[in-house]
């Protein structure tokens, strides 16, 4: 059977990829674990002399990345190259500061003896990854597991199988031992299968409803998992705000992708002194975008990934719409393009009840509500059943760090700072995941510890 990549910018076909079979998926487990012995025997050095040569590839071929990102889930082309740089620039970290994390510690030590503790490879490791950033979530999800010594089975998105072949085929180009990453092509039931293998660690990144139940599938093989979940991240803004200073930082973390990201500022909460002005200003920086085919330079917004990404955003709008929100601006599909496109929307007028705060919103809406006191922000903050980033605007270092601290979320950034770096730890609280990635946080989840005493 194929697989579709459909191009959201025009509906049009791309290609097809065929799916791989279970039979198919259990021989690459297969050779997985005949892999992971050696490779972990490299050690750091020797995986990262491998795995440089992969990054180089991945440089090399950055404008063919960058247009497959783009044709294949309609992320702006500057976007996507952007992304590519930046997923470049996470891998060679992790390859440069893992002895950091990996080297073995010493716990005791005194005349007759020594322990030390070190950090050893699960195994193989079943990875499943969405289609909302191509190359940012397999290097995210892949890159510290091949540095710390694990192997590989990948399930990117059945949205991208043209991108994940590109990756298939600079992974071989750069001499990456057989077994030690394999890709597999297919949608969800797929990505059962694999996770149903001989597997040692279970990774996966997308929604809550399915990490939930791969957290069942991982109870029952006793495995560990991590899981990097679902988010509507809030974002107050204090009186004290300087609102234009900021505005950028609040557009791009809503808007970037279209919408599409995790972490994305999702509900924004403004102090009724700032409201009138933050409507304003945000409706005319809404209006200034341009939206349309991924592939062009000048567009800032492109197309949602997919048609059925449209009519989830369509029923969440209306069940808003209904209850009594108010479209300042955007509010439907344009008519003058022909995909998966959404007009970026600002909505006022908000209750909590609605589906756009509730939710999580893979779209370019972004519902806005007052409030009054610090108290009262914090209370909307945590009025959601995600917890992975959050954004405060103050002039105010004392009352950033008052207010992040009772945020109940994994990450906070105030004003245009970011927390998005490779050596800070990503993930989030309550139904927004389990575990971490980057830095040593990220290495120490995908490796396991072990006591080695020895006489002296």
């Known amino acids: 059977m194929k697989l579709k990549s459909i ?14 079979t279970e039979q198919e998926i259990k021989n690459m487990v297969a050779q997985a674990h005949q892999a992971e012995h050696s490779w972990r025997d490299l050690g750091v050095g020797g995986r990262n002399a491998i795995l440089i040569k992969f990054y180089n590839l991945l440089e090399q071929n950055k404008q063919e990345l960058a247009e497959l990102t783009a044709t294949e889930m309609g992320m702006p082309l500057e976007e996507a190259l952007f992304d590519i740089d930046g997923s470049v620039e996470y891998l060679r970290w992790y390859s440069n500061h893992a002895h950091e994390s990996l080297d073995p ?21 079943a990875a499943i990854i969405p289609w909302n950033f191509p190359l ?3 290097v ?16 990117h998105s059945e949205e991208v199988p043209l991108f994940s072949k590109k990756l298939e085929e600079l992974s071989q180009q750069a001499g990456i031992p057989g077994g030690v990453l394999s890709f597999v092509y297919g949608d969800g039931k797929v990505g059962d299968i694999l996770a149903h293998q001989e597997i040692d660690l279970l990774c996966f990144t997308g929604s809550t409803k399915v990490g939930k139940y791969l957290y069942t599938v991982a109870a029952e093989k006793f ?13 107050i803004v204090f009186e004290d705000a300087d609102f234009p200073r900021v505005m950028e930082t609040i557009m791009i973390n809503r808007f970037l992708n279209a919408g599409q990201a995790c972490d994305g500022l999702k509900r924004l909460i403004v102090h009724k002194s700032k409201f009138n002005n933050a409507v304003e200003l945000l409706t005319k920086e809404i209006k200034a975008r341009k939206i349309g085919p991924a592939i062009n330079k000048s567009t800032t917004i492109g197309p949602l990934v997919a048609e059925r990404q449209v009519k989830l955003l369509e029923d969440q709008v209306q069940d808003a719409l209904t209850k009594g929100a108010k479209v300042e601006v955007g509010g439907k599909r344009p008519t003058s393009l022909t995909g998966a496109y959404y007009e970026p929307t600002l909505l006022t007028n908000v209750t909590q009840d609605m589906r756009i705060w509730q939710e999580e919103v893979f779209g370019p809406v972004l519902p806005i509500v007052t409030f009054e006191t610090e108290e009262e922000a914090i209370i ?11 954004y405060v605007f103050t002039e105010d270092k004392e009352r950033f760090e008052r207010v992040a601290k009772q945020i109940q979320a994994g990450m906070s950034s105030q004003n245009n700072t970011s927390y998005l770096k490779p050596y800070n730890p990503f993930g ?14 990220g290495f120490h989840d995908v490796t396991q510890v072990k006591v080695i005493t020895t006489e002296k």
């Open 428 to 441: 989030g609280y309550k139904q927004s995941g389990l575990g971490r990635e980057h830095g040593e946080y």
């Open 7 to 20: 191009n959201p910018s025009n509906n049009e076909v791309l290609g097809e990829v065929e799916i791989t």
């Open 140 to 155: 995210w999800m892949c890159g510290q597991n091949l540095v710390a010594g694990n192997v590989v089975v990948l399930k």
């Open 105 to 125: 510690e010493i716990t005791h030590e005194d005349d007759s003896e020594i322990s030390k503790v070190y950090r050893e490879p699960w195994g193989v490791v």
């Open 136 to 138: 940012s979530n397999f």
């Open 223 to 235: 495995i560990p998992i991590v899981m990097e979940l679902g988010g509507s991240a809030p974002g």
């Open 380 to 390: 909307l903050a945590n009025d959601t059943k995600y917890g992975l980033g959050s």
